[in-house]
């Protein structure tokens, strides 16, 4: 004798067909989300390299602006601070390292993502006291990753549409006092001046 199917038995083929679609969303929902997730991990591996090459547009941008600067620029406007924030301020070469970077007026995000820049409230180059500059070691042309190699005595110069000021790195000191240091030498004659180190703040 066959047996007739009881009432109960539709619905369970029911809810057996709605687990299965369930199970199937649940694993679609994964399978995005993974996908989802490896998008992201590879985003941030490439991101320092296009801030490089965003960088490296930006320098080449940054050095005809300043090759312009040193025809059209009056010394009374660089030194009343009147260089806008992410505009060429000074070049920066340090021969032990290779470096040769356009330096920025500012250190907002938008200016260094040029790669360096300069602290608004510092001295110029060339004038007395610390004149600070903030550049990044991973990423955004990574102008600063070499650091670690100067040694003392190692030559810093900085370029201005009106001089070229010759800095050295000093040896290790125990912090207190701030040593001053050699001034910095330019082609012109002038009085020596007493300055100190030229701070650099990578990231």
């Given amino acids: ?15 057996g067909q709605v687990g299965q679609v369930g199970r199937r969303a649940v694993a679609t929902a994964l399978l995005l989300l993974s996908g989802a997730m490896l998008a992201g991990a590879g ?14 547009r930006k320098q080449a941008q940054l050095l005809e602006e300043f090759t312009r600067t040193q ?3 009056t010394p009374a406007a660089y030194k ?7 505009s060429a301020l000074t ?9 040769d970077t356009v330096v920025v007026e500012g250190t907002n995000a938008t200016a260094l993502a040029a790669g360096a820049g300069h602290y608004r409230d510092t001295p110029l180059p060339g004038e007395p006291g610390n ?26 110069i900085l370029i201005t549409p009106f001089g070229r000021y010759t800095y050295q790195v000093l040896p290790p000191f125990d912090g207190t006092p701030i040593p001053g ?9 002038f009085p020596r001046q007493k300055s100190f180190p030229r701070q650099k703040t990578p990231c």
Avoid at 1 to 15: E, F, K, S, V
Avoid at 80 to 86: F, H, L, N, R, Y
Avoid at 91 to 99: A, E, K, S, V, Y
Avoid at 132 to 156: C, Q, S, V, W, Y
């Fill in 1 to 15: 004798m066959t047996q007739a199917p009881g009432p109960g038995r539709p619905a369970g083929r029911q809810l």
């Fill in 91 to 99: 070049r920066l070469q340090i021969p032990r390292i290779g470096l």
């Fill in 181 to 189: 240091s050699r001034p910095p030498t330019t082609g012109a004659s």
């Fill in 131 to 156: 004149m600070a500059i903030a550049g990044h070691r991973t990423m955004n042309g990574h102008p600063f990753n070499r650091l670690d190699e100067l040694k003392a005595g190692d030559n810093i």
């Fill in 80 to 86: 009343a601070g009147q260089v806008k924030e992410g």
């Fill in 43 to 56: 985003w941030l591996g490439l991101y320092p390299f296009y801030t490089n090459v965003r960088a490296d």
């Fill in 71 to 73: 025809t059209t620029a």
